[in-house]
């Protein structure tokens, strides 16, 4: 009897609230309570106990004494409950702006382009999250993980999250243009036709989707149309092909320069090429081997160091 009276004396009170307003992602004790008389170890482990969900913005939650009193219990806690017969709990509600949502997703889009051409415009506009306000934190994030960054249309995730929690989400869409220069045709080429110089100009050019790679520079030199280009089209990999001029094992014309002199000589291609590409010749009976460049079908050109004049 006499122990009984002495935990009775020693233990604290829970003062419960009638009415709390909740911060962060889960309701503890002390939001909703006041503790009395506890020394400060178990004052502080009660106040950040936790009761459960802190619940959605417009709806409420009650926590009754006789429930709460178990519940202490059952975790250990020897204290009195008073005060209010049940705490009706509403969640501190804060408005995520839309301006922050889409200043979230652009930025994450931005950098997943980074470096390159873009445009990037909202589709639909970005609407406002209604959260539970935070207790240390809020953050606005946007994450695109690995995607490969190409053009077109963009579903952009932007989560709220409340002390580490995700409050909220919601999606925006996006059009991203990527600009690059790039080779076009300079007048309409006609199917089979020879790129030569003039055929074609780089401009800006926006990059649309599932229009083929782009062609390389080194590789226009000499390639041939594999379709009709209009006027001002880009100009990728699958519309012009690189037909050899030279293969193995053709008797060529070999053109040997050196300085302003010009030599001529037969030789035999010992590999395949198209304009532009080197390809090694052998002369004569195989005494001499060179390598030249493809200048045009069946004529490979080598350029020699001009001799040194001896100094005076």
Sequence with gaps: MIALLLASLLAGDVVLRSEAAILGPSVELAEIAELRGFDAETERRLSSLVLGATPAPGATRAFRRDELAALLKGAG???RLTGAVACRAVP?????TSAAIEEAARRTLLSLFAGRDVEITLVRPAPELRVVAAETRRDVVADLARREPLPGAWS????VLVDGS???STWLAFDVAVHEVQPVAARDLRRGELLQEGAWRLQRVRLEPGTGRTVALDQLAGAVAARDIPAGARIAQHDVRRDPLVRAGD????EVVRGPLRARTRAV???QGAFGDRVEVQTGEGQR?????VVERGLIRV????ARKDAR
Aim: hydrophobic share 50%; net charge negative.
């Design 166 to 168: 995700r409050a909220s």
């Design 92 to 96: 501190h509600v804060e408005t995520v």
């Design 269 to 271: 291609a010992r590999g």
């Design 303 to 306: 350029e020699l160091a001009a």
């Design 289 to 293: 081997r060179l390598v030249g460049t």
């Design 156 to 159: 952009v995730p932007v989560d």
């Design 251 to 254: 008797m060529v014309e070999l």
């Design 77 to 79: 806690f020897d204290a």
